[in-house]
């Protein structure tokens, strides 16, 4: 079991599509990240959530980090081809120190 | 910019043999780290650093030794394959973790046969 579980796993919308993807954890976080990553690439930070409760906007993404600080969420409003990726959470754990866990990612296909 | 620079990103070995997967960056960050990502597993912690000469495990740490005798370089060693290690590896770096942006090599596909 991994510390952070995202769901869905695999996503496949059509364009213009509303998405919600989840990132939950039984451990509290002192913040939260969401990275996208390409085919063949790294992951590429999107954003950072540190207070429970903040909600961030990024165009068409909005972010939320629970009040809790156990979980979090990534809608995608309007979905574009070119949002189709790997997202993956991925935080700091408040109790460990020094180390940084990844959610099991969510695969987002967005057909034309 | 180089930023994180892995070597070598493609590599076949045989099942028993050691190799070192080599990481480097140039952004004088103190915090570096080595994950693995499996299909459906995102990606898994294997060892991290938070300064020269000093290493950590990770979540899954075990068959994998690092060392951090400089800033730049923090070299991943196989000690001998597995094919359960078949995977892609990936080196990061940041100035420090929570709010830091940490930044990723381009990868390294390892083949265990």
Partial sequence: ?112 | NAGVTQTPKFQVLKTGQSMTLQCAQDMNHEYMSWYRQDPGMGLRLIHYSVGAGITDQGEVPNGYNVSRSTTEDFPLRLLSAAPSQTSVYFCASSYSLGRNTIYFGEGSWLTVV
């Fill in chain 1, 1 to 112: 079991t991994q510390l952070l579980e995202q769901s869905p796993q695999f996503l496949s919308i059509q364009e213009g599509e509303n998405l919600t993807v989840y990132c939950n954890s039984s451990s509290v976080f002192s913040s939260l990240q969401w990275y996208r990553q390409e085919p063949g690439e790294g992951p590429v930070l999107l954003v950072t959530v540190v207070t429970g409760g903040e909600v961030k906007k990024l165009k068409r993404l909005t972010f939320q980090f629970g009040d809790a600080r156990k979980d979090s969420s990534l809608h995608i409003t309007a979905a574009q081809p070119g949002d189709t990726g790997l997202y993956l959470c991925a935080g700091e754990p408040a109790n460990t120190g020094n180390q940084f866990y990844f959610g099991t990612g969510t695969s987002l296909t967005v057909i034309p």
